[in-house]
């Protein structure tokens, strides 16, 4: 599944959510102050961590969610 960025409209956060095609078409939770009002960034980040370093090193995210 891809990985896609959105941000929020309220508290302007930016996140990652690895979510389904059809998912991806609905507005996601902000995992800053929970509103729905958030919106699909056009920035696909098309890489998942793996073989980088290893763990969970997310540049962007340290909320951790990108660790679904
Ligand atoms: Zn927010």
Redesign the pocket.
């Given at each position: 599944m891809p990985v896609y960025e959105y941000e929020?409209r309220?508290?302007g956060?930016r996140f990652e959510r690895l979510v389904s095609f059809r998912e991806a078409k609905e507005a996601q939770e902000?995992p800053?102050?929970g509103?729905r009002s958030t919106r699909k960034l056009m920035s696909v980040v098309a890489s998942v961590r793996k073989d980088d370093d290893g763990v969970s090193s997310c540049p962007t995210c340290t909320s951790g969610v990108c660790n679904l």
């Open positions: 929020c309220d508290c956060k902000c800053e102050c509103s």
